[in-house]
């Protein structure tokens, strides 16, 4: 998930891109950035509309590592892309699990949320704010 509000890997890298640091970012970990704004619209649909049925499931379209992801960020900043850099999970140490491949099924996202993918998504939000 990634968003305007709170702590999230989005904004850390947005502080890394405007910084011109260079990072190393993991690029064997798939999933489907989720934009906040897109998950509040789903959850808004699903009650309104008293859709809610059990374990509901909504993600963005598309698959990104967290580095592809961190490269896209660096990009839309006007910041070196290649100050990203790859790195294994094994290379990375941290106390988070994370699986390698953490897709979920999403077939009724369709008709509720826009299906435009993370890329889309993310530079929709880079047009919602001042960088």
């Given at each position: 998930?990634?968003?305007l509000?709170g702590g ?5 890298m ?9 990072v ?5 970990q798939f999933g489907?950035?989720?934009w ?26 598309g698959?990104a590592?967290r580095?592809?992801?961190?490269r896209?960020?660096?990009?839309l ?7 990203v850099?790859?790195?294994s999970?094994?290379e990375?140490?941290?106390?988070a699990?994370?699986p390698?491949y ?14 435009e993918?993370?890329k ?9 704010m001042?960088?």
């Open positions: 998930l990634y968003g509000f999230n890997f989005f904004k850390t947005m502080k890394m891109a405007k910084e011109k640091r260079k190393r970012i993991v690029n064997d489907q950035p989720t906040t704004l897109k998950l509040s619209k789903y959850i808004f649909h699903k009650i309104f509309n008293n859709e809610y049925d059990g374990i509901n499931h909504m993600t963005g379209s698959i590592s580095f592809e992801f961190a896209e960020i660096y990009k900043m006007g910041s070196d892309p290649n100050l850099q790859p790195i999970s094994a990375y140490q941290t106390k699990k994370r390698s953490s897709l979920l099924k999403r077939d009724d996202v369709e008709g509720v949320v826009d299906n993918n993370w889309h998504d993310l530079r929709s939000i880079f047009e919602m001042d960088k």
